[in-house]
């Protein structure tokens, strides 16, 4: 079994700053890529970055340069900073796991970007 416990959403302000948090237990892997993902209302589920344990990352066009994601790879633990947030970031942010073409999902954190 693995479990993703996700934490760090909340309300900000256009500009600011959230740091997400998502530790992994369980049956993990050593090869693997962890990653953050996020669905507005009435939208689909869209990448927003993701990263092996080699540490490549990979990010969405419209959060490059203003989101960066990282991992401790001895926790099994993923982050996402974001900054210079717009409202439009405004969403359920979700981890994820991809391990042997098996894919986890966290229960999700809200982030409301708003005035």
């Known amino acids: 079994q693995v479990q993703l416990v996700e934490s760090g959403g909340g309300l900000v302000q256009p500009g600011g700053s959230l740091r997400l948090s998502c530790a992994a237990s369980?049956?993990?892997?050593?090869?693997?890529?962890l990653g953050w993902y996020r669905q507005a209302p009435g939208k689909e589920r869209e990448l927003v970055a993701t990263?092996?344990?080699?540490?490549?990352?990979t990010y969405a066009a419209s959060v490059k340069g203003r989101f960066t994601i990282s991992r401790e790879n001895a926790k099994n633990t993923v982050y996402l900073q974001m900054n210079s947030l717009k409202p439009e970031d405004t969403a359920v942010y979700y981890c994820?796991?991809?391990?042997?073409?098996?894919?986890?999902w966290g229960q999700g954190t809200q982030v409301t970007v708003s005035s």
């Open positions: 994820n796991l991809l391990q042997r073409n098996n894919n986890y």
């Open positions: 369980g049956s993990i892997f050593s090869i693997n890529k």
């Open positions: 990263t092996t344990n080699f540490g490549t990352p």
